[in-house]
């Protein structure tokens, strides 16, 4: 269930967050993510940046997606 001032997430983008949060192995290629065996547009992610969801983290001089705070809330069922 959603807040007044929090919004409805797609089952994509839903999906999405699953993903990066249950698969280590993720790497850009061209113009889409590669999370696990899923293929993830990089405008799914952008869009899931924007609204504080997932950000693009290097390490050791390799990007890669993590969750949030409140990506994790998302993927956890929203228990606070």
């Known amino acids: 269930m959603t807040t007044s001032g ?3 997430l797609s089952k994509t983008a839903i999906r999405t ?3 990066i949060n249950q698969y ?3 790497r850009r290629s061209g113009r889409v993510w590669l ?3 899923n293929r993830i ?4 992610v952008t ?3 924007r609204e504080a969801y997932v950000r693009e983290v290097t390490s050791n001089g390799v ?3 993590v969750l949030t705070d409140q990506g994790k809330r998302v993927v956890g069922g929203g228990a606070e």
Not at 41 to 44: G, L, R
């Open 6 to 8: 929090e919004k409805q």
């Open 17 to 19: 967050l699953s993903a």
């Open 24 to 26: 280590r192995y993720q």
């Open 35 to 37: 999370v696990g065996d």
């Open 41 to 44: 547009s990089a405008s799914t």
């Open 47 to 49: 869009n899931l940046e």
């Open 63 to 65: 990007l890669r997606l």
